[in-house]
C-alpha cells in the first residue's frame, strides 16, 4: 500500500512537470506533503503545517510540517527544501538554530534525510521507492520519549479520574453533612443553578459540577498562562466559593496530592505550545479526553465532542454569503446578532472572532454576539477560548460577558416578551442578567453544532434526555401534526434544537446547523419536511453522508463520517432561511461524492467555499419527499390502511381496504418475556415480578422520586414505563391467562408474555388478538430491510426480521371492548372491488379480498416497481386483471405459510457419523451452505438436496431455511441475569424438532416459489 502511495506520488510529479513546462516548487512541495499525510494516517496521526515551536534556546520556529497525535503531541517535524538549495547546508543552518533532532525529515524531492535521537537514521533517494518507503514509515512510527510518558500519565489519569471522582463524592456527602457552610452554599448554589439553567437541575448534578471544577481548575489556570480567565468567571468564581467552604487543609491536600503529578506532565507539554490555535486544540482534546472518562454518559448524552474546524469555517463563510445574498448584511454589520446555542468549547465563536473585520470586532464581540453552554468544563473552556482568541486578535485583555451557562432547550423565555419565564426578582446574579438580555435580543443568526444524540436505547443505562415540555409540545403541533410516520421519533435532541432555533430566529434571519442527516429522506421526518418548508423561505442542505447505521454496498456508498469517524449518525450542513415578506420555499442540495473518506470529506469542506458549490434544486412531491423521488401511478391505487381512517371511530370509513392495524409486539425484554417452553417463561417472568415487587417495596414513598433511578436493582430490566409503575407503587402478579404464543421471527413461534406492564407496546394487537384471528404482517415504511410479507395466526414480534425493521399487521377481524367480532374490511373496499369485478353470479367477499391483497404483496414485479413507495408508504393495492387467479395464490400462500408445521416434509438426505467414531464432543452448527444445497446442523449430521429455489424464499435479508437455522443456535444471552440464572437453552433438546422443521419450511420455500414465479413479471 505504501509503496502504491510513493507510485502514485511520482506519477503526480511527472505530471506536474509535464504540463507545468518546468518545476513548480510549490505544487512539488504539495503533493508530498499529500504523501507524507497518507503515511501519517495510517498511524492515526496528523500532518498540521507550520505551528509554530518554541526550541531549547527560546527561540521560536516554525518547521513546514509537524506530525500529531489525538491529543496534539508532537510525534516529528518536515522540513522541505527547494532542490536549488544545498540540502546539507541547509540541514545544518536548521539544526544550528535549534530545529529538534529527535525526529526530523527533511528533503528536496530528490532526497530524504531522517534524523532521530540526533543522529541521521536514513537517506534515500527519491527514485528509490523501498528505501523511501522504508524511510518514510520509520519517519511516522517513531514515539518520542516525551510523548510516551505524557500518554504513560494520561492514561493512568484516565484510569484514575473514576476513583477520585467517587472519593470526592464521598467528601461531598460528608461535608454536606458535617458542615453548615457547605450546607448553605451548596444549597444556595444549587437553587440558583435551578432558576438559571434548567427546573430540573438536581442536587446530584450540582455535586458533580463541583467534582469537574476541583479536578480540572489547575488545568485552567496554567494551561492558558493567564489565570484571569479563569477567576473572572461568574459561574467559575461562584463555584470556587462553593468549594472555599470545604475543600482545604488535609481534605485538599489529599486529592491535590494525587492530581499534582498529572498536572505537571500536561503542563510541562502546554508550556511548549506557542500558537495560540494549538493551546485551543490541546485543551479541547484533553478536555474530550476528561469527559469521556469522567462521565462517558453524560459526554454522549450532551453531544460531547468538538466541530472539525474545517465544518466551522466552511459554515461561516456560508452563513455570511447567505446573510448578504438576502439581506444585503455581513455578519459583521451592526443589527445581526448571532447565537450559538450549544457552544461547546466556543469554536464557532472564536473561529467569528478569527474572520470578522478588526474594524467591526470589538462592537460585535461586545454587544453582538451570543452563545450558551449548560455543562460546566466545557463552559469554562468556551470563556477562556473566546477571551483568549480575542486577545490574541486584537492585543487586548476583554471579559467576555455573553455567554451563558443555561439549558437552551429550557429557556423559552424569549417568547415571553424578552424575560426569561422564572421569577428572579430575588436573585441577582450575572448568569441570570446575561440570559435575560439575550432574551431581549432580536436574533439573526443561528450557528452550533446541537447534539444529536436520540432517544435512549435502553433504560437500564439511566442515561436519560432531560424533557422539555414547552419545546415538545411545539414539536408536536408542528413536525408531528403533519406527520404520516406510524412511530415518531422527533422528541430528539436534534429536532428540538431545530425546533427552537426556528422559533428562537427572528423575522429575517438564518440558521446555520450540523446535525444528524436523517431528515433529508427518513419518513419520520415527513412532517419535519413540510414544516421546515412552511417556516422558511430558503433551505440549502450539504450533505455530508457518512450513517454507518447501513449496511452492504449502502454502507460502503455512505463513505466516512466527517467527525473523523467518531460517530455513526449521518450528518449534514443545513442553512435555513427565513425572509419577511417572501412566499413559498426554494429547495437546493448538495452533496459529497459517495465512498469518500472522513478526511476527504473535511478536505471538500475546506477547499470548496459554500459558492464554489453546485446545488441541486430539490422539488418535494405531495408527501413531502425530498430525495429518491418515485414516478409511477401509486397515487393511484387504493391504499390498504392509514392512520386517519384508523383513528375515526364511529365516523364514516375512510377509503382503505383495512380500517384497524397494528405494529408488532415490542417488548423491550425478549429475553424475559419470550421462552421455548411454558415452564421456562413462568419461572422467568415470575422472578422479574418478584424483585420489582421487591423494589417497590424498598423504594415506593421512601425515596425521592427523582433518586430512584440510582438506586434501582438492575438484575432486572426495567423501562420507562415500569419505572412509572414503580414511582406509582403499582404491584404486579403472574397471571397465568396471558401466557400466549408469539410468531417471534419467521416460521420460529415462541411463547410470550403478552402482558400490558411487561410488554413496552402493544399498540392495538389486544383488540387483534383477544380471539382467533388471522393477520397479514408487512414490512413498516422507514425499515431499513427489503419488503416482506408473512401471513399469522399468533401475535407478531415487531422485530420478526430481525433489527432495523419493523413489522405491521393487518388483521382479518378485530374484537370489541365486550369481546364482539367484527370483520375489519371496510364495506367501501368490498363495494370497489366488487364494482371493479362484477361477477353477479358469485360476488367477491372479504376473505377474498385478504387472499388476494397477500398474493399481491408477494408479487415480486409490484415490489420492484414500487420498491421506493413501500419504503415510505403503506402499501397501495392495484386491481390486477384476473382477480381470481389473484385471490387463489394468496389464498394458497396463506395455507402455506400458516400451516407450514403440517406441511408434508422434503425429503431431504439426512447423514449421522457415529458418535462412536468421531470420539469429539457434538457442537452446534446450524450452517447453510447453499451452492451446494447442504444443511449442518452439528459436527454429526448433515442434511443435503435442498433445492436451489428453497433459498430465494425470502423475508427480509434471510430465507425461511436461514431464519429457522439462525433462530436455533445457541448464544450467550445478553442480560447478565438471564445468563446467570435462565440460560437453560440447549440445541441437542431441539435438534429432532428443529431437522422435522428444516424439512417442512424447505416444502413450504419450494411451493412458494413455485405459486410467485408464476405471477406476470
Ligand atoms: C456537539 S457539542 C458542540 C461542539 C462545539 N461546536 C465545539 O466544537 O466544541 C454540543 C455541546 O452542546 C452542549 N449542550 C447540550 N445540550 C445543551 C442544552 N440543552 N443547552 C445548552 N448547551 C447544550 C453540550 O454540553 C456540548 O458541549
Not at 392512520?643 to 365516523?651: D, F, I, P
Not at 464432543?921 to 444443511?935: C, D, M, Q, S
Request: hydrophobic share 35%; with cysteine; net charge negative.
Amino acid at each position: 500500500m505504501s509503496v502504491q502511495l510513493i507510485q502514485q506520488y511520482h506519477a503526480k510529479v511527472e505530471k506536474i512537470i509535464r504540463y507545468g513546462g518546468s518545476r513548480n516548487e510549490s505544487a512539488l512541495r504539495k503533493s508530498f506533503q499529500d504523501l507524507l499525510e497518507a503515511y501519517a494516517l495510517g498511524r492515526n496521526l496528523l500532518l498540521v503545517p507550520e505551528v509554530e515551536l518554541r526550541v531549547r534556546s527560546g527561540r521560536r520556529v516554525v518547521p513546514d510540517g509537524t506530525l500529531k497525535d489525538a491529543l496534539r503531541q508532537d510525534w516529528g517535524y518536515w522540513e522541505s527544501k527547494d532542490e536549488k538549495d544545498d540540502l546539507q547546508a541547509e540541514i545544518a543552518t536548521k539544526f544550528a538554530r535549534g530545529y529538534p533532532a529527535t525526529n526530523i525529515l527533511f528533503e528536496d524531492t530528490h532526497t530524504a534525510v531522517l534524523y532521530q535521537a540526533g543522529e541521521e537514521a536514513l537517506r534515500a533517494d527519491f527514485t528509490d521507492v523501498a528505501a523511501l518507503d522504508a524511510l518514510l514509515t520509520r519517519f511516522v512510527s517513531y514515539e518520542p520519549r516525551e510523548v510516551t510518558e505524557f500518554h504513560r500519565a494520561i492514561e493512568q489519569f484516565n484510569a484514575d479520574v473514576p476513583a477520585l471522582a467517587a472519593e470526592l463524592r464521598a467528601i461531598i456527602e460528608e461535608q454536606y453533612a458535617a458542615s453548615p457552610a457547605f450546607q448553605k452554599a451548596l444549597n444556595e448554589f444549587l437553587a440558583l443553578c435551578q432558576k438559571a439553567i434548567n427546573p430540573h437541575v438536581e442536587m446530584a448534578d450540582a455535586r458533580e459540577m463541583i467534582i469537574q471544577h476541583v479536578l480540572t481548575e489547575d488545568i485552567f489556570m496554567t494551561v492558558f498562562d493567564e489565570p484571569q480567565f479563569h477567576r473572572e468567571n461568574a459561574i467559575a468564581r461562584m463555584l470556587q466559593e462553593v468549594v472555599d467552604t470545604f475543600y482545604y487543609g488535609t481534605t485538599r491536600h489529599t486529592i491535590h496530592d494525587r492530581i499534582a503529578p498529572y498536572y505537571e506532565t500536561i503542563n510541562a507539554r502546554a508550556a511548549q505550545i506557542y500558537n495560540h490555535w494549538e493551546k485551543q486544540k490541546f485543551l479541547k482534546a484533553l478536555y474530550e479526553n476528561f469527559y469521556r472518562v469522567y462521565n462517558p454518559k453524560a459526554a454522549d448524552r450532551l453531544g460531547v465532542i468538538y466541530t472539525p474546524d474545517e465544518i466551522v469555517r466552511f459554515m461561516i463563510h456560508a452563513a455570511d454569503h447567505l446573510a448578504f445574498q438576502h439581506f444585503g448584511k455581513t455578519l459583521g454589520d451592526a443589527g445581526v446578532e448571532i447565537l450559538d446555542p450549544t457552544t461547546g468549547t466556543g469554536t464557532f465563536i472564536t473561529e467569528l472572532i478569527e474572520y470578522l473585520p478588526d474594524s467591526q470586532l470589538q462592537y460585535k464581540y461586545q454587544h453582538e454576539i451570543h452563545c450558551n453552554e449548560v455543562a460546566i468544563l466545557p463552559y469554562y473552556i468556551a470563556n477562556l477560548n473566546i477571551e483568549y482568541t480575542y486577545k490574541q486578535r486584537t492585543g487586548a485583555y476583554l471579559p467576555f460577558e455573553n455567554i451563558c451557562f443555561v439549558d437552551t432547550l429550557d429557556n423559552m423565555g424569549f417568547v415571553k416578551g424578552g424575560q426569561h419565564q422564572m421569577d428572579f426578582l430575588a436573585i441577582v446574579d450575572e448568569n441570570i442578567e446575561r440570559v435575560q438580555r439575550q432574551n431581549e435580543r432580536r436574533i439573526s443568526v443561528i450557528i452550533g453544532n446541537p447534539p444529536y444524540n436520540a432517544n435512549q436505547l435502553n433504560e437500564n443505562e439511566n442515561n436519560k434526555n432531560r424533557e422539555y415540555p414547552d419545546v415538545d409540545q411545539r414539536i408536536k403541533e408542528t413536525y408531528i401534526r403533519h406527520s404520516t410516520a406510524q412511530k415518531t421519533k422527533l422528541y430528539d435532541m436534534y429536532a428540538r434544537f431545530l425546533r427552537w432555533a426556528s422559533d428562537r430566529l427572528d423575522r429575517n434571519g438564518i440558521i446555520a446547523f450540523v446535525s444528524n442527516n436523517s431528515f433529508l429522506d427518513a419518513r419520520t421526518y415527513d412532517g419535519f419536511r413540510k414544516a421546515v418548508a412552511d417556516e422558511f423561505n430558503g433551505i440549502y442542505v450539504v450533505d455530508l453522508k457518512g450513517n454507518a447505521y447501513t449496511s452492504g454496498e449502502r454502507r460502503r456508498r455512505e463513505g466516512g463520517n466527517v467527525f473523523s469517524d467518531q460517530i455513526k449518525v449521518g450528518v449534514a450542513v443545513y442553512f435555513l432561511v427565513r425572509k419577511e415578506g417572501e412566499e413559498g420555499c426554494r429547495i437546493f442540495y448538495n452533496a459529497v461524492p459517495d465512498y469518500a473518506r472522513a478526511e476527504e470529506k473535511k478536505a471538500y469542506l475546506r477547499d470548496n467555499h459554500f459558492t464554489d458549490l453546485q446545488f441541486w434544486p430539490i422539488h418535494p412531491d405531495k408527501h413531502h419527499n425530498w430525495l429518491n423521488l418515485a414516478e409511477n401511478d401509486w397515487g393511484e391505487l387504493i391504499p390498504i390502511a392509514s392512520k386517519e381512517a384508523k383513528s375515526r371511530k364511529g365516523q364514516a370509513e375512510n377509503q382503505v381496504i383495512f380500517k384497524l392495524f397494528s405494529l408488532g409486539v415490542v417488548t423491550a425484554r425478549d429475553e424475559w418475556v419470550y421462552a421455548d417452553t411454558e415452564q421456562e417463561l413462568e419461572r422467568k417472568v415470575r422472578f422479574l415480578i418478584d424483585v420489582y415487587n421487591g423494589e417497590v417495596n424498598r423504594h415506593f414513598g421512601k425515596v425521592d422520586r427523582s433518586d430512584v433511578a440510582d438506586k434501582l436493582d438492575y438484575s432486572i430490566k426495567w423501562t420507562r414505563a415500569v419505572k412509572q409503575d414503580l414511582a406509582n407503587g403499582v404491584q404486579y402478579s403472574f397471571q397465568q391467562n396471558l401466557a400466549a404464543t408469539g410468531l417471534y421471527r419467521p416460521f420460529v413461534k415462541r411463547y410470550l408474555y403478552f402482558s400490558p406492564e411487561l410488554n413496552e407496546m402493544q399498540y392495538r394487537l389486544p383488540e387483534i388478538f383477544a380471539g382467533e384471528n388471522l393477520v397479514i404482517g408487512f414490512t413498516d415504511p422507514g425499515s431499513q430491510k427489503p419488503f416482506m410479507t408473512l401471513a399469522s395466526q399468533q401475535i407478531p414480534d415487531y422485530h420478526l426480521v430481525g433489527a432495523a425493521c419493523g413489522t405491521e399487521c393487518l388483521p382479518l377481524y378485530c374484537y370489541t371492548a365486550s369481546g364482539e367480532r367484527l370483520e375489519n374490511i371496510t364495506d367501501w373496499a368490498l363495494a370497489q372491488f366488487q364494482a371493479q369485478y362484477p361477477d353477479p353470479q358469485s360476488p367477491i367477499t372479504k376473505p377474498d379480498i385478504f387472499h388476494y391483497v397477500y398474493a399481491v404483496l408477494h408479487h415480486p414485479a409490484y415490489r420492484q416497481k414500487y420498491e421506493l413507495n413501500l419504503k415510505r408508504e403503506f402499501p397501495r393495492i392495484p386491481f390486477y386483471d384476473d382477480f381470481w387467479q389473484w385471490a387463489e395464490w394468496g389464498r394458497r400462500l396463506m395455507d402455506l405459510h400458516l400451516n407450514y408445521e403440517q406441511a408434508e416434509p422434503y425429503p431431504l438426505a439426512r447423514e449421522d457419523l457415529d458418535p462412536q467414531t468421531t470420539r469429539r464432543a457434538v457442537v452446534p452448527r446450524l450452517i447453510a451452505r447453499k451452492e451446494t444445497g447442504v444443511i449442518e446442523v452439528d459436527t454429526l449430521t448433515t442434511l443435503r438436496g435442498v433445492p436451489p429455489e428453497a433459498w430465494d424464499y425470502r423475508l427480509g435479508t434471510y430465507s425461511a431455511l436461514e431464519w429457522v437455522l439462525e433462530r436455533h443456535k445457541e448464544r450467550t444471552p445478553k442480560d447478565p441475569t438471564i445468563r446467570e440464572k435462565f440460560n437453560t437453552y440447549r440445541f441437542a433438546d431441539y435438534k429432532e424438532h428443529v431437522i422435522d422443521l428444516l424439512r417442512r419450511v424447505c416444502t413450504v420455500s419450494v411451493e412458494t416459489m413455485k405459486i410467485v414465479r408464476q405471477m406476470p413479471g
